[in-house]
């Protein structure tokens, strides 16, 4: 009897253990965003064209060469920074001259920024240039809508005409 009892209140004790546990997972109750709002991300990586045209190499310049690196043009590796502009309902969000990645600054500039939003729609401008010379070689203007709780993307392709809103 009495070890009847012992089983008992050892499943007791365990159950309250338990049901205390399974209470306190869910609390506190935790959100990743503010009620009623959204996120806006600019996200994009690309590379501008080339700091300096390719050149013919002289007759000079290849005898000092390997044969095996003989080429006939001489093709600078660097990449100039990118500059982004993004605005959200008229006012300057971001703003940036973005360096390129790699070693040698030959590799593509990458831009990632979060932006959280109150719910509804939006006018969202962003505007690149990858000319050091200064102009924005691509641009887009666009009224969106963010709902509570969702991400939207905004990227960049050139093959797909710049800009793209997901």
Not at 10 to 18: D, K, P
Not at 66 to 85: F, K, T, W
Not at 139 to 164: C, K, L, M, S
């Amino acid at each position: 009897m009495r070890q009847a009892l012992r089983m008992i209140a050892r499943f007791a004790v365990l159950a309250l253990v338990f049901m205390g546990v399974a209470a306190l997972s869910n609390r506190p109750l935790y959100h990743s965003l503010p009620k009623d709002t959204g996120v806006l991300t600019l996200s994009f990586s690309h590379g501008a064209d080339r700091k300096a045209a390719c050149r013919k190499a002289t007759p000079e310049e290849l005898a000092k060469l390997p044969p095996n690196m003989r080429r006939p043009e001489i093709c600078p590796r660097g990449r100039p920074p990118i500059r982004v502009e993004f605005d959200i309902d008229g006012k300057r969000m971001f703003e940036a001259e973005v360096p390129p990645s790699g070693i040698a600054g030959d590799g593509p500039s990458r831009v990632h920024r979060r932006f959280v939003l109150p719910a509804g729609s939006h006018d969202v401008a962003v505007r690149m240039g990858e000319r050091p010379e200064g102009g924005f070689d691509w641009r887009a203007e666009r009224t969106i809508r963010i709902e509570p709780a969702a991400n939207r993307v905004i990227d960049f392709r050139a093959d797909a005409g710049g800009f793209v809103f997901h």
